[in-house]
């Protein structure tokens, strides 16, 4: 369709990933949906931007889908976020933890699937201690020696850190949310502080864990400029992991009456991270699948390459609950995931069994 995309794909990426003059205004000419001509190349939809960014990822991850296996192992959580279904005080939530027996059997269950990522996703539950975390941890490592463990425990001591990483833990999902320390304490309580959130992510690294960042798209307040602002973090920080959806509103949440935030914004973020960090594992969001049937597909499309099924027990799903209408994948069935890898050919990938590292 686009037979100039594979050349205008790289000239773009060169100028996308150097300090160069015009950088930031084209970042901010793609995030504002303008079209523009400079350098050289010309961008007039986000159809010619989503199909660089695809160029891009062929060349690095050809049409391999890789998938993940989300186990939420708790939905009890210290933290109070202004915009999370899950938070402290939403008195109205059941709260659920998954014990050890479940959480593996969710994991038997996935591998059967063709799953060699299992990411144990929870609220920060401090009933899971370092102890009972690392006893999990290496249980799952010992059964399932040939596959990733990916842990989104939120924030914890750097000697924690050391400790998971020592049990098996390989790779550390944490969003840093916000990079901009007004848009972060606007959508945080008091006692959460970007600082803090950077510092374990900076720490997350240090200890050898793979590392994902990344921010929700249409938050209250955020503005472009905050996008840009956590673009620059992230280039910093070198993230192997980027994840970004849409803000969706929760009513029980103190933002529940805020809209979910657009698509379209949502896409070119995902396309302009692809372009910045060619290499990076970047999943196409359980909320973009849910604030569209065609979100999934739409993610893929513009630079994703990764999707995170949801293993967690049915009667959980529901408990877990971060944002109203939140879109549960049925894997509980071995049909779930045909269907998943139905949706991801007719957009031309291919899920593959895989533990999907990094390509760097
Ligand atoms: N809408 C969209 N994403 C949300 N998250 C939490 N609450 C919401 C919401 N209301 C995201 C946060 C968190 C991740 C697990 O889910 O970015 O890091």
Redesign the pocket.
């Given at each position: 369709m686009f037979d100039h995309s594979r050349q205008d794909a790289d000239k773009l990426q060169k100028i996308l990933s150097e300090k160069g003059k015009y950088k930031n205004d084209i970042i901010r000419m793609i995030l504002e949906g303008k079209a523009w001509d400079r350098e050289g190349i010309s961008l007039s939809s986000d159809d010619q931007l989503f199909a660089m960014a695809d160029g891009i990822r062929r060349e690095v991850y050809g049409d391999e889908v890789y998938i993940r296996g989300l186990i939420e192992i708790t939905n009890f959580c210290r933290n109070d976020?202004y915009?999370?279904?899950?938070r402290k005080s939403n008195r109205g939530l059941d709260r659920y933890r998954l014990d050890k027996e479940t959480i593996l059997s969710c994991c038997r269950t996935g591998y059967e699937l063709g799953f060699r990522t299992f990411v144990l996703?929870g609220g920060e539950d401090p009933f899971f201690t370092d102890d009972i975390m690392c006893d999990i941890i290496s249980r799952i490592h010992e059964e399932f020696p040939d596959c990733a463990i990916t842990l989104?425990l939120g924030e914890r001591s750097a000697e924690s850190y050391r400790r998971l990483f020592e049990a098996g833990g390989r790779r550390y999902?944490?969003?840093h949310?916000a990079a901009d320390e007004g848009l972060y304490r606007r959508l945080h309580p008091e006692e959460m502080s970007p600082e803090n959130r950077k510092k374990c992510l900076y720490e997350l690294k240090e200890t050898g864990f793979q590392v994902g960042a990344?921010?929700?798209i249409g938050?209250p307040f955020q503005t472009i400029d905050h996008i840009m602002e956590d673009i620059r973090f992230m280039e910093e920080l070198g993230p192997d992991m980027i994840?970004v959806?849409?803000?969706?509103?929760?009513e029980d949440?103190p933002?529940g009456q805020y809209s979910?935030?657009s698509m379209e914004l949502t896409l070119r973020v995902i396309a302009l991270c692809r372009m910045i960090f060619p290499h990076a594992l970047i999943p196409s969001?359980t909320?973009l699948a849910s604030i569209s049937p065609n979100g999934r597909a739409r993610g893929l499309k513009a630079g994703a390459n990764v999707i995170m099924p949801n293993l967690s027990p049915a009667d959980c799903r529901d408990k877990y609950s971060?944002?109203?209408n939140k879109a549960a994948t049925g894997l509980e069935s071995a049909q779930g995931l045909e269907n998943l890898k139905k949706t991801v050919a007719e957009a031309g990938y291919r899920i593959v069994t895989d533990i999907g590292d990094v390509k760097r």
């Amino acid at each position: 369709m686009f037979d100039h995309s594979r050349q205008d794909a790289d000239k773009l990426q060169k100028i996308l990933s150097e300090k160069g003059k015009y950088k930031n205004d084209i970042i901010r000419m793609i995030l504002e949906g303008k079209a523009w001509d400079r350098e050289g190349i010309s961008l007039s939809s986000d159809d010619q931007l989503f199909a660089m960014a695809d160029g891009i990822r062929r060349e690095v991850y050809g049409d391999e889908v890789y998938i993940r296996g989300l186990i939420e192992i708790t939905n009890f959580c210290r933290n109070d976020c202004y915009y999370c279904g899950i938070r402290k005080s939403n008195r109205g939530l059941d709260r659920y933890r998954l014990d050890k027996e479940t959480i593996l059997s969710c994991c038997r269950t996935g591998y059967e699937l063709g799953f060699r990522t299992f990411v144990l996703q929870g609220g920060e539950d401090p009933f899971f201690t370092d102890d009972i975390m690392c006893d999990i941890i290496s249980r799952i490592h010992e059964e399932f020696p040939d596959c990733a463990i990916t842990l989104s425990l939120g924030e914890r001591s750097a000697e924690s850190y050391r400790r998971l990483f020592e049990a098996g833990g390989r790779r550390y999902l944490l969003r840093h949310e916000a990079a901009d320390e007004g848009l972060y304490r606007r959508l945080h309580p008091e006692e959460m502080s970007p600082e803090n959130r950077k510092k374990c992510l900076y720490e997350l690294k240090e200890t050898g864990f793979q590392v994902g960042a990344g921010i929700m798209i249409g938050a209250p307040f955020q503005t472009i400029d905050h996008i840009m602002e956590d673009i620059r973090f992230m280039e910093e920080l070198g993230p192997d992991m980027i994840g970004v959806g849409p803000f969706m509103h929760h009513e029980d949440t103190p933002f529940g009456q805020y809209s979910d935030g657009s698509m379209e914004l949502t896409l070119r973020v995902i396309a302009l991270c692809r372009m910045i960090f060619p290499h990076a594992l970047i999943p196409s969001t359980t909320a973009l699948a849910s604030i569209s049937p065609n979100g999934r597909a739409r993610g893929l499309k513009a630079g994703a390459n990764v999707i995170m099924p949801n293993l967690s027990p049915a009667d959980c799903r529901d408990k877990y609950s971060i944002y109203n209408n939140k879109a549960a994948t049925g894997l509980e069935s071995a049909q779930g995931l045909e269907n998943l890898k139905k949706t991801v050919a007719e957009a031309g990938y291919r899920i593959v069994t895989d533990i999907g590292d990094v390509k760097r």
